[in-house]
């Protein structure tokens, strides 16, 4: 069974304090073969405890990762449900009279927190003559806009 994280911090002190000791004793005048194999065991016992900390650490993280994972698969359900609604609403909508303009679906800024992934820029249909639209394209960019092409008279 591997070690828990503070099992692992408990074992490195007291490895690190021995080779203190070791050390002092060594730089005493003390160069007994004794003292080097003790100094020289130290320092495997140092790497196999790191390689166990990073056992541990990613042992410790697992349970996160899941948390993590189940949220991540929630909002892209949620996400993948809203675009088939959004899609199949601009399919409803686009009437004959509307079929010459540009429909887009713009966002001022970004659309998602970054840091909790909730939605911050509700986004919107707006529409466009096919002039207007790349007037719009130019200086969208420059004024913080996002946008995706809904329908296009020429497509």
Do not use: W
């Not at 790191?50 to 697992?62: G, H, P, R, Y």
């Not at 909002?75 to 809203?82: R, S, W």
Request: aromatic content about 6%.
């Amino acid at each position: 069974m591997s070690k828990t994280k503070e099992q692992v911090m408990t074992e490195l002190k007291a490895v690190k304090a021995r080779k203190e000791e070791l050390t002092k004793l060594q730089k005493s005048g003390n160069t007994s073969e004794e003292v080097r194999t003790e100094l020289a065991k130290c320092e495997a016992d140092l790497l196999a405890l790191s390689e166990d900390m990073k056992v541990a650490l990613t042992q410790s993280a697992q349970p996160e990762v899941k948390v993590v994972e189940k949220a991540v698969e929630k909002t892209a359900e949620k996400l993948t449900k809203t675009v088939e609604t959004e899609v199949s609403d601009v399919e409803k909508y686009v009437t004959e009279d509307e079929k010459h303009l540009v429909h887009a679906r713009l966002t001022k800024g970004i659309r998602f927190d970054p840091a909790t992934g909730k939605e911050i820029s509700e986004p919107y249909i707006q529409k466009f003559s096919v002039q207007e639209f790349k007037t719009f394209t130019a200086s969208a960019a420059a004024l913080g806009f996002n946008y995706e092409i809904l329908h296009e008279p020429s497509k």
